[in-house]
């Protein structure tokens, strides 16, 4: 699979100062050097870091498996959010423009999609917003309630889309929550959270950090060993644009 040496794209830019390496799902590794560099100097420099490589290059990879190479576009007849209990029925209307399409709630368990809707970009867009409104509404409570529970304070909260990570937590004490945990269970939520405020005390995944996250979770290696798996819940529509 993902095993030294790799295969990479090499691209040389003017403007860059010094090289840089991305790994991506439409591209893979990607290795961007600055003009006039040697490229010669690449596969030493690939093996000096080929932990971290291997790491991204399986990230992507299971991504992409779950993705397919070109899965068709279509509007979601139904959104349901295991997080927090709560499922729509989706109901979609053909309106004039894309800059007007909408999500909106329309009686118990009912969201209209208006506008453009066979615009996937402007759908998409659409959703995400209110996959994000979502988010704010249920997550954030939710890790002001297990702070306060557990002790462990943050500074402030933000609800992002990751791609590839479920939350994270900042040197200044910002925890950045995944809006797409809403499609995961209570229960790993709940384990995501403790994860991110336990590195309020440690800010690595030493043998301290983990003892800290079993106190609060006991049952925390079965949760996160499906760590990967877990993005399989996430319906495409999800993804930003
Ligand atoms: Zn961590």
């Not at 329309?106 to 209209?112: C, K, R, S, V």
């Not at 990751?162 to 995944?178: A, D, E, P």
Request: with cysteine; charged share 25%; net charge positive.
């Amino acid at each position: 699979m993902s095993e030294f040496p790799f295969k990479y794209h090499l691209r040389i830019s003017p403007r860059s100062r010094s090289i840089r390496f991305r790994v991506t799902p439409a591209h893979g590794l990607e290795v961007v050097i600055p003009q006039g560099y040697d490229p010669g100097q690449v596969p030493a420099l690939l093996k000096r870091r080929q932990r971290w490589i291997r790491a991204a290059l399986e990230r992507v990879e299971s991504l992409r498996a779950f993705y397919g190479p070109a899965a068709a576009w279509c509007l979601p007849g139904r959104i349901e959010l295991p997080a927090v209990g709560l499922a729509w029925a989706v109901t979609a209307k053909q309106g004039d423009n894309a800059v007007r399409t909408a999500v909106r709630e329309a009686g118990a368990g009912q969201l209209l999609i208006s506008g453009a809707i066979d615009d996937e970009p402007a759908c998409r867009t659409a959703l995400g917003r209110w996959l994000l409104r979502q988010a704010h509404q249920h997550l954030v409570p939710g890790l002001e309630r297990t702070s306060r529970e557990l002790g462990l304070p943050y500074k402030r909260a933000l609800i992002r889309r990751q791609k590839t990570r479920w939350g994270s937590c900042s040197r200044s004490g910002t925890i950045s929550l995944n809006a797409k945990l809403l499609f995961l269970s209570p229960e790993t939520v709940n384990y995501v959270m403790i994860h991110e405020l336990c590195h309020r005390v440690e800010l690595n995944h030493s043998p301290r950090f983990w003892r800290l996250v079993e106190r609060h979770c006991p049952d925390y290696r079965r949760i996160d060993a499906q760590r990967r798996e877990l993005w399989k819940a996430v319906p495409r529509w999800a993804d930003a644009p």
